[in-house]
């Protein structure tokens, strides 16, 4: 229902009285601010810490072994434990149903070279799977297969640098380039958001290294993506549990974390998510305390308001008004300012949010700080209804004032 | 027009009640100028607010253009006072961020005309009361005697069939005081019903029927010179 005579008679309202206007609206627009700015910053400190994790897997775990620093079942400290075919096998057939994507990983470092063009760069031999856990972008070509790892094939794929480095900007795909004396077919070019030093680097099959360099089938880790069904305890659990098992299996004491550990990223996603949700908590709680005061604020300006305009509210109704009409205006303007008011607080808590960017990152972790549209969403539904409320319940009791009354009134 | 029989009221104060007026009777026709006479507290306000259905009577029967006036809800009153009534207050009652001309044209915003439509109207009005020439005019700019006028207009701008005036020359000097009068008697002339509360015997003796209260109850209703000369 559009009544332009209604807008502007509420327009000349605002603007005879644009005092009270602005005062009810700076109390909103305040209120809003600071809401912004605070779920803003806490969403960029969330933000931080989500991409400090980004790089892998959420749901990554990894075995990693060393040497043994506790003596065990009669075996010396300090023996050196070594990984190989048998415990990927164990685990894969263990918990099958408990693991989503499973590779091992075997480090190398070795010299790539095209014709001129010749580099150091950390090979890491791997199962196809490791392209889920390590979040691998493939920009050309593909990424290792089951095939591959079968036929041993002496395949690469080579990251976005390295290409750079011996190609620059000519093509590298279905070109072959010796890796430590042997000849390789580069079959795909991949990115990764983990940072420059996650694109100098290259992958072959695991089998192929473990057939080239030692002939035997030792392998340096097993990376793991639980099952995504698992909630967190449940991925704890399993860490745990996986930890003993190999223990037990490889004759270590229960206890050594030196020489086989699990690293799990289930255990510091919980203490990020109890952090978070506490700090989450803690800005709803102070946020909406702060909406509140700005509520409660107009409100209190309605309420003097109405008083103040009883008189004309007599007048009105004495040349005809209706209860309703005066209540709608009253309604309508107050909804008007809230809105608006509210709208310019969320606009230049978002604009305050954009200058800060990421320029607290280095020293407060605070990273690309927003308020995402459901909060904005959320904001616009509890301005609105606040300014329905606050100019409401006064302006129903005003309506409701016989004109007689309302005459008298000064 | 106007038709009271037995009317009662009575306001509430503390535990007691006040008794105001004590059953009135009385008949008004169409096209009469009648003014109510009486000292303050007789009831003469209470009386107008009733027929201007700005307050509700406990007992008798009120008609308005021969219709029963009970249990109103705001909404018809409101309805009605459209309609029917037009008002003038001694304290003019204009909005003060309105100008004149805006002031004259609310009523029949309430009556749902349109803007240009109603502007055209309301300036005719503001033209008949002289102050065509003021129709920007916010009302501090305006003298007392311009006010009443442009509260005059306003009242009469929805072509009311009754014009209530609670002592509309109460706040003016005598002169302005004679020009509001000449302008209730035009309209009368006119054939409006025009019904004026006073306490100065001056301003009754120009109307044509004088009713006369005194605590609550009619003493006196008769007809002046003026309506003896017609």
Not at chain 2, 168 to 172: S, Y
């Given at each position: 229902m559009f009544d332009i005579d209604r807008w502007r008679e509420i327009f000349q309202s605002i603007n005879k009285n644009r005092l009270r206007s602005v005062m009810s609206g700076f109390t909103v627009a305040f209120a809003i601010l600071l809401f912004t700015l605070l779920f803003g910053i806490v969403s960029g400190l969330s933000n931080s810490f989500n991409s400090a994790f980004n790089d892998d897997a959420k749901n990554s775990m990894k075995v990693r072994v060393w040497k043994t620093s506790k003596p065990y079942k009669g075996l010396q400290t300090g023996r050196r434990i070594q990984l190989s075919n048998e415990e990927y096998n164990y685990v894969k057939d263990e918990y099958a149903n408990k693991i989503e994507y499973q590779t091992a990983r075997i480090y190398k470092n070795f010299t790539i070279k095209f014709k001129n063009e010749v580099n150091n760069y950390n090979i890491r031999a791997v199962n196809p799977d490791h392209q889920f856990l390590e979040k691998t972008i493939i920009d050309e070509g593909r990424y290792l297969n089951e095939s591959d790892l079968k036929g041993k094939s002496k395949v690469i794929v080579i990251g976005r640098l390295v290409k750079k480095d011996l190609f620059g900007e000519k093509q590298a795909l279905g070109k072959r380039v010796n890796v430590n004396g042997s000849s390789f077919l580069i079959i795909g070019i991949f990115s990764d958001e983990g940072g420059d030093n996650e694109e100098r680097i290259a992958y072959i099959p695991v089998s192929t290294a473990q057939m080239m360099y030692g002939n035997n089938d030792h392998i340096s880790q097993i990376l793991l993506g639980y099952n995504p069904g698992l909630n967190l305890n449940a991925a704890i659990a399993f860490g745990h549990k996986m930890e003993r098992d190999l223990r037990k299996k490889m004759n270590i004491h229960p206890d050594d974390q030196s020489a086989l550990s699990v690293q799990n990223m289930a255990e510091a996603n919980k203490g990020v998510g109890m952090f978070m949700g506490a700090l989450y908590a803690i800005v709803i709680l102070v946020g909406s305390g702060t909406l509140i005061a700005g509520i409660i604020g107009i409100s209190n300006i309605m309420i003097f308001v109405i008083k103040e305009r009883t008189k004309e509210f007599g007048i009105r109704k004495a040349l005809g008004a209706k209860p309703a009409s005066i209540v709608g205006m009253v309604v309508q303007e107050s909804v008007l300012i809230t809105t608006i008011a509210g709208y310019l607080g969320l606009s230049l808590g978002t604009y305050i949010l954009t200058l800060i960017g990421d320029s607290l990152e280095e020293d407060y972790f605070i990273k690309d700080p927003s308020v995402s549209p459901i909060i904005v969403l959320g904001a616009t539904v509890v301005l609105v209804a606040s300014g329905l409320i606050a100019g409401y319940l006064p302006a129903k009791k005003a309506a409701n004032i016989k004109p007689i009354v309302a005459l008298r009134a000064d | 027009m106007i038709k009271i029989e037995k009317l009662h009221k009575s306001y509430p104060i503390g535990k007691d009640a006040l008794h105001v007026l004590k059953g009135i009777n009385l008949h008004i026709k169409e096209g009469e100028f009648v003014s109510i006479m009486g000292s303050s507290g007789s009831g003469k306000s209470t009386l107008l607010n009733i027929v201007g259905l700005l307050d509700e009577h406990d007992e008798g029967d009120y008609f308005l253009n021969g219709q029963l006036i009970k249990n109103l809800n705001e909404k018809k009153a409101a309805i009605l006072r459209n309609k029917f009534l037009g008002f003038v207050f001694q304290s003019f009652n204009l909005i003060s961020y309105k100008t004149a001309l805006e002031n004259v044209a609310l009523p029949l915003y309430y009556k749902g005309m349109k803007r240009k439509e109603r502007l055209i109207v309301a300036m005719d009005y503001l033209d008949k009361v002289g102050l065509k020439d003021w129709a920007n005019h916010l009302p501090n700019e305006l003298s007392g005697g311009q006010k009443q006028r442009v509260a005059i207009a306003r009242a009469l701008v929805t072509k009311p069939k009754v014009v209530l005036a609670d002592e509309?020359?109460?706040?003016?000097d005598s002169t302005t005081s004679d020009a509001v009068m000449d302008l209730l008697k035009d309209i009368n002339n006119e054939g409006m019903t025009v019904f004026v509360i006073t306490h100065e015997e001056e301003i009754a003796a120009q109307t044509s029927r004088i009713v006369r209260l005194k605590d609550g109850v009619i003493i006196s209703d008769e007809l002046t010179k003026v309506a003896k000369a017609i």
């Open positions: - | 509309p020359t109460g706040a003016l």
